[in-house]
């Protein structure tokens, strides 16, 4: 168990490591030149990419959310929506042809809910890209995030046809105490109903995302939400800490401090439920997620291929990750770059450039370096640490390593069962941007 005092000394503002440098450290935006080339150099030679969309319309707001959405139930967006990004995919073609002779192996469509397209609207949007691209069907993940309560049987099916055989639902919590304060009602039965619908279709892999520290969200809580998941029994889960950043997200102004568990009572929340999912039979992935054996993501984790992006642990990586749409954040092997993140300007600069920059990030050698070795910490919990480092990290580790929360012996850095909950700590003192110079507001949401 983790004393109190240990969880209130570390829960901290910390980023999630989804990228490094972390995007308020990004500072170099590449010139289109520079970006269009770093992504045909990262394709050269035996290569693949991904491609994530970005849909962001949602018809109502869920006052916990901290993604990217335009709420609205004016579905004559779509339409339009749908010929923007056509217009900036066809931008990326005509600058990089290589992205038609080159493997996709993954397509994500992320939000916002992309079911709020229509199934008609869905296929006019993803025909013409994949018709345009070599996939091997075999080798090839088309993956959704699906909002239950608006989700047809249709548009799954027109989905499937097209190739997409992994699903995610937001699920959140199944209390209809706490889905009530958040702003989103969602039954079981809309959730098994989506479930099952999807195994139908063949979506071979089914996702449920869980989120623990949500108002009022207490024990039993999170034990009726872990049991009903565990009888619809996702292949994976996704336990995310609620991350509260009202200075971003104002509807999370909403939740008073006395309704949200912080600390070691938060963190009961998720001991109840890993421990729940363990008995169960799942397997326990990097810092929140969890994966039935035979998931490609135990997979990952055993054949040592498990990789970390925006969209959170994944079981391998791609050369070049190509984001289309509102606020989308690309990846090449040299650069990060994300598109307009307020949809009028995403329109107009689609309009007047094809592509629609809003800021990136040129890797200088130093990020590189830090960023494999962040990599590699949140994938796999230990680290050979390079002998230049090593006399420099264990001053920033000993206090983490008097309080038993890893490790550092003949240069190997291992995390403790104890540590595993703070890894996020783990990595800031690997995090160089961040070490030389500390945030000057809060710009994190809390480590734990
Ligand atoms: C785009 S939504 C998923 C699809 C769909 N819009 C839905 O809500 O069902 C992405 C996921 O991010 C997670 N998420 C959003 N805001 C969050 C927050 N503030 N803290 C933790 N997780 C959050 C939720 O688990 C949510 O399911
Ligand atoms: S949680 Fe999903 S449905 Fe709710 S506002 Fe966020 S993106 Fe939209």
Redesign the pocket.
Known sequence: MFSSELLAKYDIPAPRYTSYPTVPYWDKTPERSEWISSIKTSLEGDSSWSAYIHIPF?ESL?T????N?TITRNHDLEEEYVEFVLKEWSAYLEEVPELKEKPLRQLHL?????TFLSPVNLQRLLSPILNSVVYDKENFEGSL?????KTTREQLEVLSELGFNRI?????DFTFKVQDLIN?VQTFEQTQEVTYAARELNYHSVNF???YGLPCQGIEEITKTTELTIELRPDRI?L??????PWI?PQ?RKFTDDQLPVGAEKRALYEKSREMLLSAGYIEIGMDHFALPNDELSEGVKEKTLHRNFMGYTPYQTDVMIGLGVSSISESKTCFHQNEKILNFYKEKVSNHGIPTFRGHIHTEEDLFHRDLILELMTTFELNVPTQLQSSLKSYLTPLIQDGLCLLEEGKLEVTELGKPFIRNICMTLDKRMLDKKPETKIF?QSL
């Open positions: 949602c869920c916990f959310c901290g993604c959405t992320g939000g916002g809910t992309p995030e699906v909002d239950p309560r995610s639902l937001g699920v959140q989103r995302d869980l989120i996704a995310y800490s609620f991350a509260r950043v997200k999370q949401s």
